[in-house]
């Protein structure tokens, strides 16, 4: 006689029963996302769509500018089965400026007085001119914290290198080329795919090619820029209206991402850090590192719960990179923990995608 009791075929467990009806529920909505982190979420998500990974698993990447900054400080998306999280440090609503805590900073008057030193090293440097047909590369190291679906502390990732080549007038395709991932077309004509709803199949289309802007820029755009700081600074809070809840900040992110991102001439640097000095709230940090570990001084502001650092040398006022750092303690960890580190190693005017330069100095 078989003794195995037989399953009840008329019920269910209250667990698939929850899991049956959790299925029937549109996706939860991510807070706080502007157009540009949405976009970028939503390219993220059919970049690993085809992946399967155990529940649990990290997957980072760097919700930052299309074109060239796809991994920078600051911000940081996991993906796992079954949930979609974005670390999002920048616009997180409710945030003081507190200044962290482990470092020793000082208000306006020295920052003015620093980026002033800094604006004229910028000016005297030594550049050459960048032909219209030429890519500009940048090479760098870089280090980005994730955070797991489920929440919890942040990890960081040891750092590896990144190279970017970018058509100096924007006229041709670049690359993204980071350590351990597959190459990436930086190309405004590559087809962009949209999700209808929930399980639909991505469609493509072709978007209308961009004006270069201060949020994407070419080399081109860029040392055309006013180098007036006043004329500079106007411009700049116009072109990220509606970027963020903070304008300074917005102005601030918008600065730094110009000085990691482009290779901007002297008078156009120099411009950028006067500029930087006319912000509200920008302090001095005295001991401050890259992601290579060089030491330096720095330039930052606090916002939102978390620090923005820009490094540079002590003696030659070299841009070297950028740190990220919580001000607050909270899930992703305490007041203190480094979120995103890079350090520039070289920037120079290639002629083709793919070649790379004698190393030079920024």
Known sequence: MNTTPQRPTHHRSEETERLGLTGLLPPPPVPGLVPDRELLLKEALLQKAALVE??????????????????????????AVGGVMVVNFTDTPGRGTTAVKDGSATGAPEAKQLLDRIALAAAGAKQPMVRADQFVYIESEVSYAAQSAAGGPVTMAPAHTRQVWSSADGSRPGLLRE??????????????????????TPRPSTPHKKRPSISDPTHKYVAALPTDADALLKLIRNETRGQGQDPDQRAFTAIGDLLAETWAPPQVSAALYKAAAKIPGVTVIH?????????????ARTAHGQQTQWV???????????????????????????????????????????????????
Do not use: N, Q
């Not at 155990?54 to 993906?79: E, K, M, Y």
């Not at 350590?179 to 999700?195: C, I, N, Q």
């Not at 960890?333 to 350090?343: D, E, H, N």
């Open 179 to 200: 350590k351990g991932e597959p190459d990436s077309r930086l190309d405004d004509d590559a087809p962009v795919y949209h999700l209808d709803g929930p399980g639909a």
């Open 287 to 299: 001991a401050a590192a890259d992601a290579t570990g060089r030491e330096g001084v720095a330039v």
């Open 54 to 79: 155990p529940p649990g698993s990290l997957i980072t990447w760097a919700s930052h500018r299309r074109l060239a900054r796809f991994a920078a400080p600051a911000v940081a998306c996991a993906l």
């Open 312 to 362: 540079f040398d002590r003696s030659t006022y070299a841009f070297l990179g950028e740190r990220t750092v919580l001000t607050e303690a909270g899930d992703a960890g305490p007041a203190g923990t480094v979120v995103g580190t890079s350090a520039i190693l070289t920037k120079a005017a290639v002629d083709r995608v793919g070649e790379t330069p004698a190393p030079m100095t920024t």
